[in-house]
C-alpha cells in the first residue's frame, strides 16, 4: 500500500450528486489513512436544485455544508491541514469557497485550514450556463499567489474520444463534451473533456482509465482502480 500524507480529507460531492454516492470511495481511501479522517460533506440533490428550484444558489447551499465539515475536521485534529477531495462540479464550488471573497452575500474564511485542493474531472472552461457562474467568478478572484497557500491538482480522464461520426459510445461523448466546450471531438472521462479541466496554476494530471459518472460498475475516479491512479497527488 503507497504511502500517503495523512490529512484529513474532505470529499464534497459533484453537481446533482449526493454523499452517500462517495461512500466507496471513503472506504478506499481508509486504506490508506484513518477511516475518521475521512469525511464527505452532507450535501443532497436539494442542495443542488434548490426548494423551489434556485440552481443559481447552489453553490452557497453547498458551501455551507463544506463549511460544517471543515469545522468539524478542524475541531477533532487541531494543527492539521485539511485536504479537499472535490468531484466535479463541486471541484469550482470547493475553490470558490476557498477563494475566500463574496459569492452571491456568502463568504467564508477558514483560517486557512485547507492547504491543498485536488479537483477530479471539473471543468474550470465551460460554456454551461450554471456552471460559467462559477468560474466567470473563479477567474475575475484567482491569483497566481493563491496557489502558495494552496496547492491545487487538477486530474481528468482521457479515457474516452468524442466524435461526431464515429460509434455509438463516441458520438455520445461528442455530445456531452460539446455542452461543455465547443469542440467535442477531444478526449475526456466520457462526460468531460479533459482539456477543459486544465487550470493555469495548478497541477494538471491526465490518467488513462476513469470514468465521470460516481454510478455502480464504472471504473470512476473513486473506485479503487481510479484512486490507484492518482493517489500519489494526495
Known amino acids: 500500500m503507497k504511502e500517503v500524507p495523512q490529512n484529513p480529507v474532505v470529499i464534497i460531492p459533484g453537481v446533482l450528486f449526493w454523499d452517500s454516492l462517495y461512500s466507496t470511495m471513503k472506504d478506499v481511501f481508509s486504506g490508506y489513512l484513518p477511516a475518521g479522517k475521512i469525511a464527505i460533506a452532507p450535501v443532497n440533490l436539494v442542495d443542488w436544485v434548490g426548494f423551489p428550484p434556485s440552481p443559481e444558489k447552489s453553490t452557497n447551499r453547498v458551501m455551507k455544508a463544506v463549511h460544517l465539515t471543515v469545522s468539524e475536521m478542524t475541531r477533532k485534529f487541531p494543527g492539521e491541514p485539511v485536504t479537499f477531495v472535490a468531484h466535479s462540479g ?30 477530479l474531472g471539473t471543468p474550470f472552461h465551460t460554456h454551461e450556463h450554471y456552471a460559467k457562474i462559477k468560474t466567470d467568478f473563479i477567474f475575475k478572484h484567482l491569483r497566481a499567489d493563491f496557489f502558495k497557500r494552496c496547492r491545487v491538482v487538477s486530474v481528468a480522464s482521457n479515457k474516452y474520444h468524442g466524435n461526431s461520426q464515429g460509434s455509438f459510445v463516441e458520438r455520445m461523448c461528442f455530445q456531452f463534451y460539446r455542452n461543455v466546450q465547443e469542440d467535442g471531438n477531444v478526449a475526456g472521462d466520457g462526460i468531460v473533456p479533459a482539456s477543459s479541466c486544465f487550470l493555469d496554476g495548478a497541477e494538471n494530471v491526465i490518467i488513462a482509465d476513469a470514468e465521470h459518472l460516481p454510478t455502480p460498475h464504472t471504473r470512476w475516479y473513486g473506485t479503487k482502480e481510479g484512486i490507484e491512479q492518482w493517489i500519489h497527488c494526495l
Not at 92 to 116: C, H, M, W
Open 90 to 119: 463541486g471541484g469550482t464550488v470547493a475553490l470558490i469557497y476557498l477563494l475566500e471573497q463574496p459569492f452571491q452575500g456568502d463568504v467564508y474564511n477558514s483560517g486557512r485550514a485547507v492547504e491543498k485542493l485536488i479537483t
